[in-house]
């Protein structure tokens, strides 16, 4: 069974510029879930998709975050513009109806 | 916000020896997880005990759940070195629909 794929893994911008991200989840997996981890902390949640549908964002920056899930399959989350403090890793996750949540390798985001 | 606090924040062992690791919570949960990172990677599920559980097995891991002092301990027994990652407590919250909150984590080094 393939995992859940991220690209790019690695991207250096500079503030105030756009990035975004990509993430396929598991094939079949409904729920997919985009973690933001600041280095030497825990992933935080920014937002939880059920298909193509939103559950959970209210921990998402929504000035300058936003993500989408068009066909309930794989996601993009994009920042426009990119701050300083966005320095960080995007991980994607998913799962079914099982608690056990399935992580990507993530993006580590750098912003200069 | 963070829910569970792991303790130590950094632990570093011989290989054999057994490592403990403590996570506590402030609300209640349906059930509560834990993940291994390694450097650079993404989260991996390890095991997860429901709140009407106390202990659970898998090889070498061993979970507790005291839900009345709202604490876990994980238990890595007969540690090797390629146990060296940082381990993240997660909590999924009661009616939380599956959203889980994770600790700060915690560093296990484990030396050959």
């Known amino acids: 069974e393939a995992g859940v794929a991220q690209s790019p893994r690695y991207k250096i911008i500079e503030k105030r510029q756009s990035v975004a991200f990509w993430c396929n989840p598991i094939?079949?997996?409904?729920?997919l879930y985009w973690y933001q981890q600041i280095l030497g902390q825990g992933p935080k949640l920014l937002i939880q998709?059920?298909?193509?549908?939103?559950?959970?964002d209210s921990q998402l920056p929504k000035d300058r975050f936003s993500a989408e899930r068009l066909k309930g399959v794989d996601s993009t989350l994009k920042i426009q513009p990119a701050k300083l403090e966005d320095s960080a890793v995007y991980l994607c996750a998913s799962n079914v109806h099982t608690d056990t949540q399935y992580f990507g390798p993530g993006t580590r985001l750098t912003v200069l | 916000s963070q829910q569970g606090e792991e303790d130590p924040q950094a632990l570093s062992i011989q290989e054999g020896e057994n490592a403990t690791m403590n996570c506590s919570y402030k609300t209640s949960i349906n059930n509560l997880q834990w993940y291994r990172q390694n450097s650079g990677r993404g989260l991996v599920h390890l095991i997860l005990i429901r709140s009407n559980e106390r202990e659970k097995h898998s090889g070498r891991l061993r979970v507790t759940l005291d839900t009345s002092k709202k604490s876990s301990s994980l238990l890595i027994t007969a540690s090797r070195a390629a146990d060296t990652a940082s381990y993240f407590c997660a909590t999924e919250e009661t009616g939380a629909n599956s959203k889980l909150t994770f600790g700060k984590g915690i560093t296990l080094s484990v030396r050959p």
């Open positions: 094939s079949g997996h409904a729920t």
């Open positions: 998709f059920q298909n193509n549908g939103v559950v959970d």
